[in-house]
């Protein structure tokens, strides 16, 4: 799945999650999705900023993140619990200007 969450339209703000079955990673689908929900976030809604996380030992949805532009900002120190383990998470944020939404 892909998501979109937290709009808020005063502040032109939002956040991109997404979360793929391990049998499919690496094949491009959460960077394909991504992709598009970004370019319906910033068009449709007008938006300035979008922002991300990612559990800290999650390489695969940082180098995601990465491909789509975003730029990591900062750690929320042991923010989330995966399967009983506390976990640091990296944010990540994209603006409107730093937007590319046709890479190729």
Not at 76 to 84: K, S
């Amino acid at each position: 799945w892909v998501t979109f969450n937290s709009w808020n339209p005063d502040f032109r703000s939002g956040s991109l999650g997404f979360c793929f079955a391990e049998a499919v990673w690496g094949r491009g689908y959460a960077t394909e999705a991504a992709r598009a929900l970004l370019a319906w976030a910033f068009d449709a809604l007008d938006l300035n900023r979008v922002q991300a996380e990612a559990d800290t030992r999650n390489i695969g949805s940082a180098r995601v993140l990465e491909k789509l532009g975003f730029r990591r900002e900062g750690t929320l120190r042991e923010d989330c619990i995966v399967a009983g383990v506390v976990s640091d998470s990296w944010v990540y944020g994209l603006l409107r200007r730093e937007w590319d939404h046709d890479p190729d």
